[in-house]
């Protein structure tokens, strides 16, 4: 399986400086994502 893990660093970046950012009363809601997976086939070893 193949991930995009600079595109979930990225979004978990931007959510943590939002909620660091965000005031008090005003704080971001949860948010699910969901990310694409691409299978690779290899040959066994």
Known sequence: ME???AAMGQRAADLILEDIEAAKDNK???QHMVFGT?????ETT
């Open 38 to 42: 691409k299978l690779m086939e290899r």
């Open 3 to 5: 991930r995009s893990i």
């Open 28 to 30: 971001p809601s949860v």
